[in-house]
């Protein structure tokens, strides 16, 4: 084994170890995931992790795989697996806290099972942000978050790949019971009410076996 793969080896194996809980949040772009999760991490102490967030730093800091990571952004494109999952483990290693937010991320069933395989770790649950495509699209032309992908031409393309990738990944987990739906459409307030009564009746229950 080469030092890459010991390396690698051992941020799964330490991870593993603390038995990180883990709730992703799917939704398509727009659909307000960004917005709660900051909400959550406030009241009920998670770390949030936004693979996208992830990506971008790792495009700013120069690194070996930053321009092919830019151009698959641009293009509303899944980035490869491997990238995406080693910057995940980084993240929940170096937060020191063991409960993630982990938000657009998976993608696909290729990123779904991958991370399963890689890091045996099974979420907790599954936040489904539902929000019709008008309401998205408004929002993110509404933002001016200064992102790339934020133009007309690629959210159609981001809309896309999500019907055709990230949905089979939100049906795989509803067929599991692991799925929490919330109406994304309504008013940020009325959202945070929603989630609140997941998180309190969801997670930090006692488990005895
Ligand atoms: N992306 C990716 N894999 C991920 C998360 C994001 O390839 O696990 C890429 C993909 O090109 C996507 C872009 O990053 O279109 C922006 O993702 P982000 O989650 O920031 O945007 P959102 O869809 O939530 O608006
Ligand atoms: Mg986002």
Redesign the pocket.
Known sequence: MGTADAASKDVTVRLAERKPIVVFVLGG??SG?GTQCANIVQHFGYTHL????L?RAECNSGSENGTMIQN??NE????PSEV?IELLQKAMLESGNNKFLID??P?NEE?RAAFEAVTKIEPEFVLFFNCPQEEMERRILNRNQGRE?DNIETIRK?FKVFEESSLPVIEYYKARGKVREIDAAKSIEEVFDALKVIFTTTVGKVVTT
Do not use: E, Q
């Open positions: 772009p727009g995931k936004s693979a996208g967030d990506l698959m952004m509303g494109k899944i980035v995406t657009g991320f993608r990123n992908d981001r």
